[in-house]
């Protein structure tokens, strides 16, 4: 199981740490991923991370702004958001598959996901 935290109300150009820990198997060989879905639209990548944390992806929208890392001793991926903006506004899901050739991007490829953790944005 992946268990998002870290979600809330925060006043644009702030910041949110979201936390996701997974519990039942070790993600360690795993690409860990985030995505979000904001009212109305489809879930979209927002970034994703490689197993040993040497690559990493970014949609082009939070490049600069958020940074995706991970502690493998924690079995934890995080996501640090900065200069947060409304267009951030959206439900924060993680996801976890096994590392490999796949489209990173694509909520499909990827079998395992938490249950997601709210980000609000006010201007």
């Known amino acids: 199981q992946l268990q998002a935290s870290g979600g809330g109300l925060v006043q644009a150009g702030g910041s949110l740490r979201l936390s996701c820990a997974a519990s039942g198997r070790t993600v360690d060989k795993d690409m860990m991923g985030w995505f979000r879905q904001a009212p109305g639209k489809e879930r979209e990548f927002v970034a994703c991370?490689?197993?040993?944390?040497?690559?990493?992806y970014y949609v082009d929208s939070v490049k600069g702004r958020f940074t995706i890392s991970r502690d493998n001793t924690k079995n934890t991926v995080y996501l640090q958001m900065n200069s947060l903006e409304p267009e951030d506004t959206a439900v924060y899901y993680c996801?976890?598959?096994?590392?490999?050739?796949?489209?990173?991007?694509?909520?499909?490829?990827?079998?395992?996901w938490g249950q997601g953790t709210k980000v609000t944005v006010s201007s």
């Open positions: 991370i490689s197993p040993t944390s040497r690559t990493t």
């Open positions: 996801a976890a598959r096994p590392y490999g050739s796949f489209t990173y991007y694509s909520s499909r490829a990827y079998p395992y």
